[in-house]
């Protein structure tokens, strides 16, 4: 059965204390690995896409990457308003467009 | 511009009543994606449009859910006789063209409450 598992399910980090945030996965055939940040009461926000195991993508103090079993969000130097709940989401390569989705991580940022 | 947009934003019912939930995507997307997302999880799939048919339904739980998308842009998700178990968030999402690997944009969610 196709699965998508995030840990750790919260991690609190000190303004400035850069860590990552893990997504594996196992699927069938992978088409394409997203991530997604989401605040308390709003929708996702997309933040990338990653194809092929070893591309990597970057944003302000984002970096994801992605292997052939996981992928990992890694946050540099990480500021309050980076606290939100960061999920990732597969989307496979027979059937359809859905996404399936991990629970999340959440993650605070303390000043 | 736009983004996408769902309404109500919160709704409170009583069991067994019928409601509606509409989402208006964004403004040129032929794809239309319905999912929904129960506290601390992610969301989860229901169903998924191009234009105007339903090209996956594979996700609604049951046959007291129903979607429709008539002109292939707006669509509005229906439950009958509603359950306490169907409070949850459902969200809305659009992309341009449905393809692989494109983005899905989210909208801010609809709010169900089952009393």
């Known amino acids: 059965e196709d699965q998508v598992t995030q840990s750790p399910e919260a991690l609190r980090l000190q303004e400035g204390e850069s860590s990552s945030l893990n997504c594996s996965y196992t699927?069938?055939?992978?088409?394409?690995l997203f991530w997604y940040r989401q605040d308390p009461g709003k929708g996702p926000e997309f933040l990338f896409t990653l194809y092929s195991a070893g591309e990597e993508k970057e944003k302000e103090r984002l970096k994801a990457t992605l292997t052939k079993k996981e992928s990992f969000l890694h946050i540099t130097a990480p500021k309050p308003e980076d606290s939100a709940t960061y999920l990732c989401a597969v989307q496979l390569n027979f059937g359809n467009e859905k996404l399936t989705f991990g629970t999340g991580t959440r993650l605070t940022i303390i000043p | 511009g736009a983004g996408v947009s769902q309404t109500p934003s919160n709704k409170v019912t009583e069991k067994g009543k019928y409601v509606e939930l509409r989402c208006d995507p964004i403004s040129g997307h032929t794809a239309l994606y319905w999912y929904r997302q129960s506290l601390g999880q992610g969301p989860e799939f229901l169903i998924y449009f191009q234009g105007t048919g339903a090209a996956d339904d594979s996700g609604l739980p049951n046959d007291r859910f129903f979607a429709v998308r008539p002109e292939g842009s707006v669509s509005t998700l229906k439950i009958q006789r509603t359950e306490r178990g169907d409070s949850a968030v459902y969200l809305c999402a659009s992309s341009l063209l449905g393809g692989p690997q494109e983005t899905q944009y989210f909208g801010p969610g609809t709010r169900l409450l089952v009393l």
């Open positions: 699927v069938s055939g992978l088409r394409g």
